[in-house]
C-alpha cells in the first residue's frame, strides 16, 4: 500500500523559505506523477504544484509562480517543494499527493494517495 510522509513545515517569518519534503513507501515512485496541495482552515484544498513521473513537465497554481519550485529525486523515492517569499495567506497544512496516471495532474481530483500533511505557518 501506498504511503507518503511529509516533512519540513513550520513556523516561517513572511518573505522567508521553506522547503517541503516527502518520501513514498509501498509503490514505485517513478511510476508516479507528484504534487502537493494545501488546504486552510474554511477553504477548499488547492493543488498548487505538480510534476510528472519523470520531470518533463510541471505545473504551478497562478498564486505560487515564480516562487514555488517541485522537483523530485526517483532514486530517493522524495518530491520536493521549495517555497520562497511566502506570504501570511498561505498559511495551510500542506499535503503530499501522488497521481497513478503518472501525466501531469491539474487538479486534486487526479491524485489518488494522500499524505497526512505538515503544518505551515507563515507569521507576518
Known amino acids: 500500500q501506498v504511503h507518503l510522509e511529509e516533512s519540513g513545515g513550520g513556523l516561517v517569518q513572511a518573505g522567508g523559505s521553506l522547503r517541503l519534503s516527502c518520501v513514498l513507501s509501498?509503490?514505485?515512485?517513478?511510476?508516479?506523477?507528484m504534487g502537493w496541495s494545501r488546504q486552510a482552515p474554511g477553504k477548499d484544498r488547492e493543488l498548487v504544484a505538480s510534476?510528472?513521473?519523470?520531470?518533463?513537465?510541471?505545473r504551478y497554481a497562478e498564486s505560487v509562480k515564480g516562487r514555488f519550485t517541485i522537483s523530485r529525486d526517483n532514486a530517493k523515492s522524495t518530491v520536493y517543494l521549495q517555497m520562497n517569499n511566502l506570504k501570511p495567506e498561505e498559511s495551510a497544512v500542506y499535503y503530499c499527493?501522488?497521481?497513478?496516471?503518472?501525466?501531469?495532474?491539474?487538479?486534486?481530483?487526479?491524485?489518488?494517495?494522500w499524505g497526512k500533511g505538515t503544518l505551515v505557518t507563515v507569521s507576518s
Open positions: 499527493a501522488a497521481g497513478a496516471t503518472g501525466g501531469l495532474v491539474v487538479s486534486t481530483n487526479g491524485m489518488d494517495y
Open positions: 509501498g509503490g514505485t515512485f517513478s511510476r508516479y506523477a
Open positions: 510534476i510528472t513521473w519523470n520531470s518533463d513537465r510541471t
